[in-house]
T-cell receptor, first 112, second 109 residues
Framework: DGGITQSPKYLFRKEGQNVTLSCEQNLNHDAMYWYRQDPGQGLRLIYYSQIVNDFQKGDIAEGYSVSREKKESFPLTVTSAQKNPTAFYLC???????????FGSGTRLTVV | DAKTTQPPSMDCAEGRAANLPCNHSTISGNEYVYWYRQIHSQGPQYIIHGLKNNETNEMASLIITEDRKSSTLILPHATLRDTAVYYCIVKPSGSRLTFGEGTQLTVNP
């Protein structure tokens, strides 16, 4: 079945360490997105990519970095510059025209 | 994208219809109304979308007022598994999804 896989489901890191969250899709979607969700709040867009080797900042990109070397993969690195990295991170994909948004099951990152 | 207003929470009895309202008084002619839901600690799931006409699928019905300034998502026979946060999103077709805080629907036995 086609879908989006995020791994791991839970991740723990020490403060000051960079950490990379994985997102893979086999839907043949051109566009991919990373969202952050804090308790009791909606999703906020971190970065998005509409095509391989290209990506744009979303609303809260500071302290994060991404790469898009393959159509299927859009990893997110949470750097030590992100002041409050503990959150639920969701990856999504869609057609280039923004149709058929599909979300992964998320990675819950805890920084101690 | 037009702003939406939803009640923060609602309750519904199992087996009854759940009617979730959404106000979008500044909606533009090219903006669609989308509904997604998010079960706790999972990714959001698409439910339904529409432009002007009422829409129905296997999950829900979407009723859009004639002036398009508000809409209602209807779950005809709510079950405990429908307990989730429901997001009403107004946007042009093809643009990025932007989420508000949604409505927490709790279906009670």
């Amino acid at each position: 079945d086609g879908g989006i896989t995020q791994s791991p489901k839970y991740l723990f890191r020490k403060e000051g360490q960079n950490v990379t969250l994985s997102c893979e899709q086999n839907l043949n979607h051109d566009a991919m997105y990373w969202y952050r969700q804090d308790p009791g709040q909606g999703l906020r867009l971190i970065y998005y990519s509409q095509i391989v080797n290209d990506f744009q900042k979303g609303d809260i990109a500071e302290g994060y970095s991404v790469s898009r070397e393959k159509k299927e993969s859009f990893p997110l690195t949470v750097t030590s510059a992100q002041k409050n990295p503990t959150a639920f991170y969701l990856c999504a994909s869609s057609t280039q025209g923004g149709y058929g948004y599909t979300f992964g099951s998320g990675t819950r990152l805890t920084v101690v | 994208d037009a702003k939406t207003t939803q009640p923060p929470s609602m309750d519904c009895a199992e087996g009854r219809a759940a009617n979730l309202p959404c106000n979008h008084s500044t909606i533009s002619g090219n903006e669609y109304v989308y509904w997604y839901r998010q079960i706790h600690s999972q990714g959001p799931q698409y439910i339904i979308h529409g432009l002007k006409n009422n829409e129905t699928n296997e999950m829900a019905s979407l009723i859009i007022t004639e002036d398009r300034k508000s809409s209602t998502l209807i779950l005809p026979h709510a079950t405990l598994r429908d307990t989730a946060v429901y997001y009403c999103i107004v946007k042009p077709s093809g643009s990025r999804l932007t989420f508000g805080e949604g409505t927490q629907l709790t279906v009670n036995p």
